[in-house]
């Protein structure tokens, strides 16, 4: 969150520190700065919450932001689902009939429709996934 002043001037709620101090830490020094100091590195006035960087009420909103994102983004593809399968679809094409990887769009091998390296992702991948499959059967 970069809309948090830089100059805020924290010595008050934490009495160790001088203003003109905290006007010359970059960001990264003011959080590790904070976080030794068990204040959260957010509002840089309430103490942190046990194991974590961000005070109760931060963490609170931090949450409440976090979950918004999350469901803000959800929407959108739910939305574009379709849209989004079409175009994949498309450009996997494109790239097959090219002879090109359909993963990254360099050279393919040949009568393969991936190159070397996304080969082996994606076998590696469908590996980890079957995986998965057998171990939730097994449950
Ligand atoms: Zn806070
Ligand atoms: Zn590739």
Redesign the pocket.
């Known amino acids: 969150m970069s809309s948090i002043p830089m100059a805020r001037p924290m010595c008050e709620d934490i009495g160790r520190i001088s203003v003109s101090e905290v006007l010359i830490m970059t960001k990264k020094e003011r959080n590790a700065f904070l976080s030794e100091m068990g204040v959260?590195t957010?509002?840089?006035?309430?103490m942190?919450a046990k194991d974590h960087k961000?005070?109760l009420?931060?963490l609170d909103m931090h949450k409440i932001i976090y979950e918004q994102r999350k469901a803000d983004c959800k929407l959108w593809y739910q939305t574009h689902k379709e849209e989004m399968k079409a175009i994949r679809k498309e450009k996997y094409h494109a790239r097959k009939d090219k002879g090109l990887c359909v993963t990254c769009g360099k050279k393919a091998i040949e009568g393969m429709v991936r190159c070397e390296k996304c080969r082996r992702i994606y076998n590696t991948e469908r590996r980890r996934n079957y995986g998965r499959e057998r171990s939730r059967q097994s449950c």
């Open positions: 959260c957010h509002c840089g006035k309430r942190a961000l005070c009420s931060c």
